[in-house]
C-alpha cells in the first residue's frame, strides 16, 4: 500500500442550506400503487425490497390506489381528517401562546399529523403507545380533552401532572399515551419491554413505540430492535423521518448512506417504508404490522417518511440553518392537503365541508383555551407547592419530609 | 470471571456437592448468601406470577455468581431467562415490563456494567411516578454484584452507590448476610419504586472481615446465616445494630460490617457497629441516637472517599449530632483512584485501617 492519497474526513452536508434552492431531486420516490403489500406472515428475509421502497396510497391526482389501500369508509377519512386539522389548529393556537407569554415552551408537529393520527386510529386505546414529543395526534385522536394538553402546556393548579414537567411532556395512561421524556430513544427500549410483559402474561395487548430519524442514532435504538427481535416482541416500531434534527439533517444519523428501514433487516425484522404524508398509506402499514403483533409473530420496523414543516420548537430559528421554503417543495406534499383532496375526489367532502371544518377546530381550540386559561397560564396557577415533594416514592421519606416542612408547604 | 467464581467457591469445599444456590427446601437452615438470595427469587416466583427475572446468564446456567440457579428449571422459561448483553437493554425493558404491571428483577453481572444503563434508571425509572403524576410506576429491582476484596481489578470490584444515592427517586439496599440477603430482596421485589440491590460478591460465600491472609470461614458457622426456607421480610429503611457499644459508632454496609467489627476488635475500642442494610431510605433515627450516645462516628466503606456515601453521612451525623461529637467524623475508605488489581489490599480499607481510626477520634481525632 506505497502511495496511497492521504486520509481525509466526510462530513455529511444536507442538499440545502439557507439561500440555497430547496433541492430533493436526490429522493428516489415510488409512484403510489407502485409497491407490492407482502403477506403478513412473509418472513423478514423474503420482504427486504421494502425497506428501500416507499408505500404510497394517494396518488397525485387524489386517486387511492395499488394493494395498500386500506378502503376505509369515508366516515372514518372524515374523522381522520378532522383530527389533523384539529391538531394543526391546537398547534397554531398554542405556539401563539409562547408567543403570548402564556407558556415556556411548545413543539408543534406540522407536515407530520397523518402519523400519529392515523397510528392512533388504528390502535386500541388499551395498546399502549411510547411516543416522543412530536405525537400530540396521538391524544388528538383519541378524544383527550384539549384543555387538559393545555393544563399541561401552562403548569396550572388542574395540570394532570402537577407542574412538574416541561410542557407538552404529557402523560395519558387511560388514553395509552405513555409519559414522554425528554431523554431521546429512552421510550423505544422501554416499549419493547411493555411488549414483552403483555406477551408473557397471555394478554392480546401491543406496544407502539416512536423514535425521530436523529435519535436512531441513540444506542437504545438498537437495544430495542435487539430485544424486540430476540424475544418476538408484540410492539411496532416507528421511525419518524423528517429529515431534521434540530439543524442536523437525517445524514447526521446515517441517512445519507441507507434507509433507516434498511438497519431492521440486520436485526431480522419486517420492516416497512411508508409515505409519512399519505393518511391512507400511513394507516395501512400501521394495520400490517399490527396484525403481525396482534397473531403472535413479532415486532415491524417502520420508516415514516415526511418533512418537519415546523421550527424544531419555540426555541428553534430553522432559517439559520436550511432554505426558508423547503417545506414548500417537500415532494411528497401536506397530509391535510391530499387526504382532503382523495376526499373530496370519491365525492365525500367538500371546499366548503373543509372550510367549515377548519372554522370548527378553531372554534373548538379557542373553547378549550377558554377553560384552560380561566384557571390560569403560566405563573398565574400552578399546583400546590406541596406536589414538588409528592410522588418521588410511593411513600415519602423523612428527607422528603422535612424538605418540604422546611418549605413550609 | 471464573477464575474469580472458582476462588470464591474454593472457600466452601464442604458445600461442593449440592449446587451452591439450591437452599433447602423447608425449615431453618444454614444458607450462604447466594443460597439466600436464590431462596427469595425462589419464593417470590412461586408466590406471585407478575415477578419475572432475566439477566445476563440468569437462565439456562443460573449466573455467574450461581444466584438465579434452578430457578428456569423450577418456574419455567419465561419467568426466568438470558438476555442479550446489553445493560440499557435489560434495564429498558425492565421498566416497560413494570409499567405494563409487573415486577421484573433483572441483573446486571457486575456493578461495574450498570453505566450503560444509566440513563434508563436515572431519567427514567428513578423519575416515572413523579414525571408521570403517579400514572406510570416502576416496582422493579436491579439486583448486582458489587464490592472488592476478590483481585477483580478496575472493572469487578467497584461500588458505585453514590451514584444511586444521589438520584431522587431511587432505593438503594446494600445487604451483609444470609438472612438480611433474603428478606430485604423480598422486600425490594414487593416495594412499589425502582430499587438498586447491591450484593456484596466478596461475602456471597462467607464473611469476609478484610484480614485477607487469614482463611476465610463459611457462613454455616454465623447466626445470620441461619435462613428460614419459607418468605419473611426484612423492612427497607432500618438499619441494624450489629455490636452494642459506647465509644464510638461505626457506620458502614456490605463486607465493611465485618471489616468494621474485626477493626473494633483490633483495636480493643467499645464501638457500636450500624449495619445501614439500606443507604435510601437511610436510618436516621438509628445513627442519630447511637453517635449522640457514643459522641463518635466512624465511616466506613470501600468506594472513593471523594463525594461518596460517606460524605452524606458524616455530613448528616454533623448537622444532627454536632453538640454530642468529641471529635471529628471520621472516613475510612477506598482511595481516590481506580480500583486497582496488584494492590487490592493496599486499597482495600480493611481492620487495621479502621482501628488506627477508632484509636484516631478516641485520642480526639487529627
Known amino acids: ?409 | 470471571m471464573a477464575e474469580i467464581n472458582d476462588k470464591i467457591e474454593a472457600d466452601m469445599v464442604d458445600q461442593k456437592d449440592a449446587p451452591a444456590s439450591v437452599a433447602p427446601a423447608s425449615g431453618i437452615a444454614p444458607m450462604n448468601m447466594i443460597q439466600a438470595l436464590n431462596s427469595a427469587l425462589d419464593n417470590k416466583m412461586a408466590e406471585d406470577a407478575s415477578v419475572l427475572s432475566y439477566g445476563e446468564d440468569t437462565g439456562y446456567f443460573g449466573g455467574v455468581f450461581r444466584v438465579t440457579d434452578h430457578l428456569q428449571k423450577k418456574h419455567g422459561l419465561t419467568r426466568s431467562f438470558d438476555a442479550p448483553i446489553s445493560e440499557t437493554g435489560i434495564v429498558g425493558t425492565a421498566i416497560g415490563m413494570a409499567t405494563y404491571g409487573l415486577r421484573p428483577v433483572v441483573e446486571i453481572q457486575f456493578a461495574d456494567y450498570i453505566y450503560p444503563a444509566y440513563d434508563q434508571i436515572v431519567s427514567e425509572a428513578a423519575k416515572m411516578r413523579y414525571r408521570s403524576g403517579g400514572q406510570f410506576t416502576c416496582p422493579m429491582v436491579i439486583r448486582s454484584p458489587y464490592g472488592g476484596g476478590i483481585f477483580g481489578g478496575q472493572t469487578h470490584s467497584q461500588s458505585p452507590e453514590s451514584l444511586f444515592t444521589h438520584i431522587a427517586g431511587l432505593k438503594v439496599v446494600i445487604p451483609s448476610n444470609p438472612y438480611d440477603a433474603k428478606g430485604l430482596l423480598i422486600s425490594s421485589i414487593e416495594d412499589e419504586d425502582p430499587v438498586i440491590f447491591f450484593e456484596p460478591k466478596r461475602l456471597y460465600n462467607g464473611p469476609f472481615d478484610g484480614w485477607h491472609e487469614k482463611p476465610v470461614s463459611p457462613w454455616k458457622a454465623q447466626e445470620l446465616a441461619q435462613v428460614p426456607a419459607e418468605k419473611y421480610n426484612v423492612p427497607i429503611g432500618k438499619a441494624r445494630v450489629m455490636r452494642e457499644g459506647n465509644d464510638v459508632t461505626i457506620l458502614a454496609y456490605g463486607t465493611m460490617v465485618w471489616v468494621a467489627l474485626a477493626g473494633a476488635e483490633h483495636a480493643g475500642v467499645d464501638a457500636e457497629v450500624i449495619d445501614l442494610r439500606t443507604l435510601v431510605p437511610l436510618d436516621i433515627e438509628t445513627i442519630e441516637a447511637s453517635v449522640k450516645k457514643t459522641g463518635r462516628c466512624v465511616v466506613v466503606h470501600e468506594a472513593p472517599k471523594t463525594s461518596g456515601f460517606g460524605g452524606e453521612l458524616s455530613a448528616l451525623v454533623q448537622e444532627r449530632c454536632f453538640y454530642h461529637l468529641e471529635a471529628p467524623v471520621t472516613r475510612v475508605t477506598g482511595w481516590d483512584t481506580p480500583y486497582p488489581h496488584a494492590f487490592e489490599w493496599e486499597y482495600f480499607p480493611g481492620p487495621q485501617r479502621v482501628a488506627d481510626a477508632l484509636k484516631s477520634v478516641m485520642t480526639g481525632g487529627r
Open chain 1, 1 to 409: 500500500m506505497k502511495n496511497t492519497p492521504p486520509l481525509s474526513l466526510r462530513v455529511p452536508e444536507p442538499s440545502g442550506r439557507p439561500g440555497d434552492k430547496p433541492d430533493f431531486s436526490h429522493l428516489k420516490l415510488d409512484a403510489a400503487g407502485a409497491v407490492d403489500r407482502p403477506a403478513v406472515d412473509t418472513t423478514p428475509a423474503d420482504m427486504r425490497d421494502m425497506a428501500f421502497s416507499l408505500i404510497r396510497v394517494l396518488d397525485d391526482e387524489g386517486n387511492a390506489v395499488g394493494p395498500w389501500n386500506p378502503r376505509l369508509d369515508a366516515d372514518t377519512m372524515r374523522r381522520g381528517l378532522k383530527a389533523m386539522i384539529l391538531t394543526r389548529a391546537f398547534d397554531d393556537r398554542m405556539h401563539r401562546a409562547h408567543r403570548q407569554g402564556k407558556t415556556s415552551f411548545y413543539m408543534k408537529c406540522t407536515g407530520e399529523e397523518a402519523i400519529a393520527v392515523a397510528q392512533g386510529m388504528v390502535l386500541n386505546r388499551e395498546d399502549m403507545g411510547f411516543p416522543t414529543y412530536r405525537q400530540q395526534g396521538l391524544l388528538i385522536a383519541r378524544g383527550y380533552p384539549l384543555a387538559s394538553m393545555m393544563n399541561q402546556i401552562y403548569s396550572n393548579a388542574a395540570d394532570p401532572i402537577k407542574g412538574r414537567q416541561l410542557p407538552i411532556m404529557y402523560s395519558a395512561k387511560d388514553y395509552g399515551f405513555f409519559t414522554i421524556s425528554g431523554n431521546l430513544g429512552t421510550q423505544f427500549v422501554q416499549a419493547v419491554g411493555w411488549a414483552m410483559g403483555s406477551a408473557y402474561k397471555g394478554d392480546n395487548k401491543i406496544a407502539a413505540a416512536w423514535i425521530g430519524d436523529g435519535s436512531t442514532a441513540e444506542s437504545d435504538f438498537h437495544s430495542a430492535l435487539t430485544f424486540a427481535s430476540v424475544y418476538k416482541a408484540p410492539v411496532i416500531l416507528n421511525i419518524v423521518n423528517n429529515q431534521w434534527a434540530i439543524s442536523s439533517f437525517q445524514g447526521f444519523a446515517g441517512g445519507q448512506e441507507t434507509t433507516f428501514a434498511s438497519k431492521g433487516i440486520g436485526y431480522g425484522l419486517p420492516t416497512l417504508r411508508v409515505d409519512g404524508n399519505d393518511f391512507l398509506a400511513v394507516w395501512a402499514a400501521t394495520e400490517w404490522a399490527e396484525e403481525r403483533a396482534r397473531t403472535n409473530q413479532g415486532a415491524t420496523l417502520i420508516e415514516i417518511f415526511t418533512y418537519r414543516g415546523a421550527p424544531h420548537s419555540t426555541s428553534d430559528d430553522p432559517s439559520r440553518y436550511r432554505p426558508g421554503d423547503e417545506h414548500e417543495h417537500w415532494p411528497l406534499g401536506d397530509p391535510l392537503e391530499r387526504l382532503k383532496q382523495h376526499l373530496i375526489k370519491i365525492g365525500e367532502w367538500s371546499q366548503e365541508q373543509h372550510t367549515a371544518a377548519e372554522a370548527e377546530a378553531v372554534e373548538q381550540v379557542r373553547a378549550a383555551a377558554k377553560e384552560s386559561e380561566a384557571i390560569g397560564t403560566l405563573g398565574q396557577s400552578r399546583p400546590s407547592v406541596k406536589e414538588m415533594f409528592e410522588e418521588v416514592f410511593a411513600e415519602p421519606d423523612w428527607r422528603l419530609v422535612e424538605q418540604r416542612r422546611e418549605v413550609g408547604v
